[in-house]
Nanobody, 120 residues
Framework: QVQLVESGGGLVQPGGSLRLSCAASGNIRSIYLMGWYRQAPGKQRELVALETNTGSTNYADSVKGRFTIARDNAKNTVDLQMNSLKPKDTAVYYC??????????????WGRGTQVTVTS
């Protein structure tokens, strides 16, 4: 089983910055990818950024050049540095980990989510 703990959300003014962190724990055999998704009120959950076990990254067009994802394989963590934040970035941000454990095949694990609010 895998547990995810998210942190770093909060209230920030337009143009400000936040850094989200996600820590994975449990009897993990391997992690195929770690990433961040978000869901705004009345909207579907969408990809923000992810990084695979081969080092490939994928960003939503709306955040390219502003957000940066970074994995730490030794600590099983993934951070999302968010700069030049806009009101449209307001959403609940969820950590996703695609992993295998000793008792379970490849499976998607999701965090509870952390609120990011960008407003004047």
């Amino acid at each position: 089983q895998v547990q995810l703990v998210e942190s770093g959300g909060g209230l920030v003014q337009p143009g400000g910055s936040l850094r989200l962190s996600c820590a994975a724990s449990g009897n993990i055999r391997s992690i195929y990818l770690m990433g961040w998704y978000r869901q705004a009120p009345g909207k579907q959950r969408e990809l923000v950024a992810l990084e695979t076990n081969t080092g490939s990254t994928n960003y939503a067009d709306s955040v390219k050049g502003r957000f940066t994802i970074a994995r730490d394989n030794a600590k099983n963590t993934v951070d999302l540095q968010m700069n030049s934040l806009k009101p449209k970035d307001t959403a609940v941000y969820y950590c996703r980990v695609d992993a295998t454990t000793i008792m379970r095949p490849r499976y998607d694990y999701w965090g509870r989510g952390t609120q990011v609010t960008v407003t004047s």
